[in-house]
């Protein structure tokens, strides 16, 4: 079975810094990946997601996220962040050829200093 | 506006009480997903339908029921079989099954007291 792994529960960076989240997966082939993002006490929304082709993908906000098949790794990253993208961010995975499940990540909280 | 509407945002219930979450979806969307999410744990699957009438248990599914009687609803009871029911519940649907693209509610909070 597929599993994700986002080693980092907390982060803290300052405004302006830049960002990068870790997300690391388990899986025998090549899966979807997706990175959501969930305000406090709120649904997800979608980021940026990985199917095939160019290993970098752009998402809304800023965001980009590179897969790197040879790490098994799908980091998200931010140039410089602002104070209104402290949130949780979650790494999920899923499966390719059929199949509808996602498998998420226990998530990141991001907190931002001005 | 096309989305996901999940109700009520909060619910109470007392112990032993039965209790369905509604979920709608106005994207025309085949496949429908259940989540719970507890801090420190991610969201783990409970139950997805890929059609009408048909819907198959995920990882958690002991103390829960669906049903999908139309393509627009997916409604979760939660039972009194299952022994810590409180939670945040996510519905999330995805336009097939293949890509797995999922687009979210806002969520349910769940207190049992």
């Known amino acids: 079975a597929q599993s994700v792994t986002q080693p980092d529960i907390h982060i803290t960076v300052s405004e302006g810094a830049s960002l990068e989240l870790r997300c690391n997966y388990s899986y025998g082939a090549t899966p979807y990946l997706f990175w959501y993002v969930q305000s406090p006490g709120q649904g997800l929304q979608l980021l940026l997601k990985?199917?095939?082709?160019?290993?970098l993908v752009q998402g809304i906000k800023g965001f980009e996220a590179e897969f790197k098949r040879s790490q098994s790794s799908f980091n998200l990253r931010k140039p410089s962040v602002h104070w209104s993208d402290a949130a949780e961010y979650f790494c999920?995975?899923?499966?390719?050829?059929?199949?509808?499940?996602?498998?998420f990540g226990t998530g990141t909280q991001l907190k931002v200093e001005l | 506006d096309g989305g996901i509407t999940q109700s009520p945002k909060y619910l109470f219930r007392k112990e032993g009480q039965n209790v369905t979450l509604s979920c709608e979806q106005n994207?025309?969307?085949?496949?429908m997903y259940w989540y719970r999410q507890d801090p420190g744990q991610g969201l783990r699957l409970i139950y997805y339908s890929q059609i009408v009438n048909d819907f198959q248990k995920g990882d958690i599914a002991e103390g829960y029921s669906v049903s999908r009687e139309k393509k627009e609803s997916f409604p979760l009871t939660v039972t009194s079989a299952q022994k810590n029911p409180t939670a945040f519940y996510l519905c999330?649907?995805?336009?097939?099954?293949?890509?797995?693209?999922?687009?979210f509610g806002q969520g349910t909070r769940l207190t049992v007291v």
């Open positions: 999330a649907s995805s336009i097939d099954r293949d890509t797995n693209e999922a687009f």
């Open positions: 994207l025309n969307h085949d496949a």
């Open positions: 990985y199917f095939s082709g160019d290993t």
């Open positions: 999920a995975v899923g499966l390719t050829g059929g199949g509808n499940k996602l498998t």
